[in-house]
Nanobody
């Protein structure tokens, strides 16, 4: 599965961004999809995930601010990020579990204070 993330950029604290991840196969056939992020000098961490059954899971640090969703018409995984904080600055990656794990190239999110 090929994944392509987009939507990153530079935003001021308190602002919003919407990330999208396009896939080469029907994402609704996947077991789960997730967003991860990696900040400089830190390990990659799970941000949010959504299962085939639409169960969602969020890191405590983003609960209430980020929303993960899937768009059937566009076949994309999305991450709506609101009330962004400087500590959200990282490279964001989408991940698909289709029976084997696939990673997309990251998209940079920079939040200025």
């Amino acid at each position: 599965v090929q994944l392509q993330a987009s939507g990153g950029g530079l935003v001021q604290a308190g602002g919003s961004l919407r990330l999208s991840c396009a896939a080469s196969r029907n994402i609704f056939g996947f077991r789960a999809m997730s967003w991860y992020r990696q900040a400089p000098g830190k390990e990659r961490e799970l941000v949010a995930s959504i299962s085939a059954g639409r169960d969602t899971n969020y890191a405590d640090s983003v609960k209430g601010r980020f929303t993960i969703s899937r768009d059937r018409a566009k076949n994309t995984l999305n991450l709506q990020m609101d009330s962004l904080k400087p500590e959200d600055t990282a490279v964001y990656y989408c991940r698909a579990d289709s029976g084997w794990v696939s990673w997309g190239r990251g998209t940079q999110v920079t939040v200025s204070s």
